[in-house]
């Protein structure tokens, strides 16, 4: 059964914590990205990844961290230095290349207490 | 700074009618278009995609392609309940920095079909 796979699905953290949010895919797609959605707004991309061992930031990477050190996966980290952070987080992967789908996991909503 | 402009709606249709969605993008070299689904409290799912000029049906959905005018358009024939959602644009552009593609969203047309 091909997908992508984000967990938890929900999370809570306190002000100060650092908390890594999962995920995976077993497309055998080249590509992973992260974005956050705020209500009543676009996605906004926080990373990508286009192969192993190498990402870019996207528009909004102050605060968060990724590694990449298999295809299928492509955990994020919310720093504490992110000053809003309670957002819909959601990973997508595609094929490499100007023409490819992205498809979505089902997100994690996190939340700051 | 790439745009990618929705109106925010909501859009409200009869059950039955034709539902027209609108998105114009900014840059004039971006290649791929794409038209997501995202049900309230959901992940965005993908309905359409579409590269070239002119229109593109799959089943009761058709997306409109005009380069020119750096427009794309959804429309939704015999309109469901079911199809109740918020419609997010997106669209693929190369950022010459980074020697990658990128895909900007709209902020998402929220669509009601009223039975």
């Known amino acids: 059964d091909g997908g992508i796979t984000q967990s938890p699905k929900y999370l809570f953290r306190k002000e100060g914590q650092n908390v890594t949010l999962s995920c995976e895919q077993n497309?055998?797609?080249?590509?992973m990205y992260w974005y956050r959605q705020d209500p009543g707004q676009g996605l906004r991309l926080i990373y990508y990844s286009q192969i192993v061992n190498d990402f870019q930031k996207g528009d909004i990477a102050e605060g968060y961290s990724v590694s990449r050190e298999k295809k299928e996966s492509f955990p994020l980290t919310v720093t504490s230095a992110q000053k809003n952070p309670t957002a819909f987080y959601l990973c997508a992967s595609s094929n490499a290349g100007s023409y490819n789908e992205q498809f979505f996991g089902p997100g994690t909503r996190l939340t700051v207490l | 700074q790439k745009e990618v402009e929705q109106n925010s709606g909501p859009l409200s249709v009869p059950e039955g009618a034709i539902a027209s969605l609108n998105c114009t993008y900014s840059d004039r070299v971006s290649q791929s278009f794409f038209w997501y689904r995202q049900y309230s409290g959901k992940s965005p799912e993908l309905i359409m995609s579409?590269?070239?000029?002119g229109d593109k049906e799959d089943g009761r959905f058709t997306a409109q392609l005009n380069k020119a005018s750096q427009y794309v358009s959804l429309l939704i024939r015999d309109s469901q309940p079911s199809d109740s959602a918020t419609y997010l644009c997106a669209v693929i552009s190369l950022n010459p920095g980074a020697g990658s593609y990128q895909l900007t969203f709209g902020k998402g047309t929220k669509l009601s079909v009223i039975p």
């Open positions: 579409i590269y070239s000029n």
């Open positions: 497309l055998n797609h080249d590509a």
